[in-house]
């Protein structure tokens, strides 16, 4: 027995041999590439997503899909750092969903920089403080993020890239369940935990917070409170899990938006987002949605905000997502179409569909 084990870990050690070297040999491919882009940006998310899709696909097992794009995310990510040192802001502070969001796309390999609000990682890469802000706009139980709709009606920045991010909400103390008199929380992660809150906390008090990592923050520092955030949150501020995965919904994930100054090229599976108004009259919603239809555009996402004008009370722009590239010959004759009937519109980018 200890004979064979001796054997397949040498077999193991050739073949981490045999790794580093094609790592290596990788990198350098990569930096050949970066010095033929003569500036040219480092990140191409169509680039990067059609690598991981063509790894799960011819992917034989044992190793699971996600687990085989999660190692190559860290492969793409220590290459692209030899092309270009890249800075990324995200809602923070540190230890929220936000920054494990950027880490899920970016890889390690970026510097990731936490801004106090929204408004704030939309205004520094505005400013050209940073290529990329990763934002949150909505979650599968508790609907959109409002304010990042409302900047993206606003921002020059394009979006590039999206996220889906599987959320495990935790509770998180330095003491225990019972001492308990206060759970502090971003208004959503409450929400996403409301039954579990009724049933196992009934009498404690619920505080929205800015964010989940303030609001471990602020467990760490008072007595009988508590946190719902991620484990990345319990790590970094020193608290215990009293309890795992406590959101109401199992598969309860938030998708995130990678906004800059890229356009990506169409991949095959592609998102287009847009924002929209539709004149005060009885059908103008439906007349809108009749270019899709027509050219067979799939529309994935629609949502209402109040238009943010003074003297536009009581109206409305419309947030739409649909399947395809802007570029896309179906969709592009819907968006010219749309452009002659809508007052206003807005393409908010076209981008490739998120790999888990």
Request: one cysteine or more; a positive charge; proline letters at 5%.
């Given at each position: 027995?200890?004979e064979?084990?001796?054997?397949?870990?040498?077999?193991?050690?050739a073949?981490d041999?045999?790794?580093?070297?094609?790592?290596?040999?990788?990198?350098?491919?990569?930096?050949?590439?970066?010095?033929?882009?003569?500036?040219?940006?480092?990140?191409?998310?169509?680039?990067?997503?059609?690598?991981?899709?063509?790894?799960?696909?011819?992917?034989?097992?044992?190793?699971?899909?996600?687990?085989?794009?999660?190692?190559?995310?860290?492969?793409?990510?220590?290459?692209?750092?030899?092309?270009?040192?890249?800075?990324?802001?995200?809602?923070?502070?540190?230890?929220?969903?936000?920054?494990?969001?950027?880490?899920?796309h970016?890889g390690?390999?970026?510097?990731?920089?936490?801004?106090?609000?929204?408004?704030?990682?939309f205004?520094?890469?505005?400013?050209?403080?940073?290529?990329?802000?990763?934002?949150p706009?909505?979650?599968?139980?508790?609907?959109?993020?409002?304010?990042?709709?409302?900047?993206?009606?606003?921002?020059?920045?394009?979006?590039?890239?999206?996220?889906?991010?599987?959320?495990?909400?935790?509770?998180?103390?330095?003491?225990?369940?019972?001492?308990?008199?206060?759970?502090?929380?971003?208004?959503?992660s409450?929400?996403?935990?409301?039954?579990?809150?009724?049933?196992?906390?009934?009498?404690?008090e619920?505080?929205p917070l800015?964010?989940?990592?303030e609001?471990?923050q602020?467990?760490?520092?008072?007595?009988?409170?508590?946190?719902?955030?991620?484990?990345?949150?319990?790590e970094?501020?020193?608290?215990?899990?009293?309890?795992?995965?406590?959101?109401d919904?199992?598969?309860?994930?938030?998708?995130?938006?990678?906004?800059?100054?890229?356009?990506?090229?169409?991949?095959?599976?592609?998102?287009?987002?847009?924002?929209?108004?539709a004149?005060?009259?009885?059908?103008?919603?439906h007349?809108?949605?009749?270019?899709?239809?027509?050219?067979?555009?799939?529309?994935?996402?629609?949502?209402?905000?109040?238009?943010?004008?003074?003297?536009?009370?009581?109206?409305?722009?419309?947030?739409?997502?649909?399947?395809?590239?802007?570029?896309?010959?179906?969709?592009a004759?819907?968006?010219?179409?749309?452009?002659?009937?809508?007052?206003?519109?807005?393409?908010?980018?076209?981008?490739?569909?998120?790999?888990?």
């Open positions: 027995m200890a064979d084990i001796d054997k397949l870990r040498r077999d193991i050690d073949v041999d045999e790794l580093l070297k094609l790592l290596n040999r990788r990198a350098g491919l990569a930096s050949r590439i970066g010095a033929l882009k003569h500036g040219a940006p480092a990140y191409r998310p169509e680039r990067e997503t059609e690598i991981l899709r063509r790894m799960a696909d011819s992917n034989p097992g044992p190793l699971a899909a996600e687990r085989v794009t999660a190692v190559f995310r860290e492969v793409i990510s220590a290459c692209r750092g030899l092309e270009e040192a890249i800075r990324v802001i995200y809602l923070g502070p540190e230890g929220t969903f936000s920054e494990q969001a950027v880490r899920q970016f390690r390999a970026v510097e990731a920089l936490p801004a106090a609000s929204v408004d704030e990682a205004r520094r890469c505005e400013a050209r403080a940073v290529q990329f802000t990763v934002v706009v909505e979650n599968s139980t508790e609907g959109v993020v409002g304010r990042t709709l409302d900047l993206l009606l606003s921002t020059p920045l394009r979006i590039c890239a999206e996220i889906e991010l599987r959320v495990q909400q935790n509770l998180l103390a330095k003491g225990t369940l019972k001492e308990l008199r206060r759970v502090y929380s971003h208004a959503q409450l929400g996403q935990c409301d039954a579990w809150l009724a049933q196992h906390l009934p009498g404690v619920r505080v800015a964010s989940n990592a609001a471990a602020r467990a760490a520092h008072e007595p009988a409170t508590a946190a719902i955030a991620g484990e990345a949150a319990a970094r501020y020193g608290l215990t899990v009293l309890a795992r995965s406590i959101e919904t199992p598969n309860n994930t938030t998708r995130f938006l990678v906004l800059g100054e890229l356009d990506p090229a169409p991949t095959g599976k592609d998102r287009t987002s847009l924002v929209l108004s004149e005060n009259k009885p059908g103008a919603v007349a809108l949605l009749t270019p899709l239809a027509e050219h067979r555009v799939s529309m994935t996402r629609i949502e209402s905000r109040p238009a943010r004008s003074r003297s536009a009370l009581w109206e409305y722009v419309f947030f739409i997502d649909v399947e395809g590239h802007q570029k896309d010959a179906p969709v004759k819907a968006l010219a179409k749309l452009r002659t009937a809508a007052p206003f519109l807005k393409v908010l980018g076209s981008y490739p569909v998120a790999v888990r």
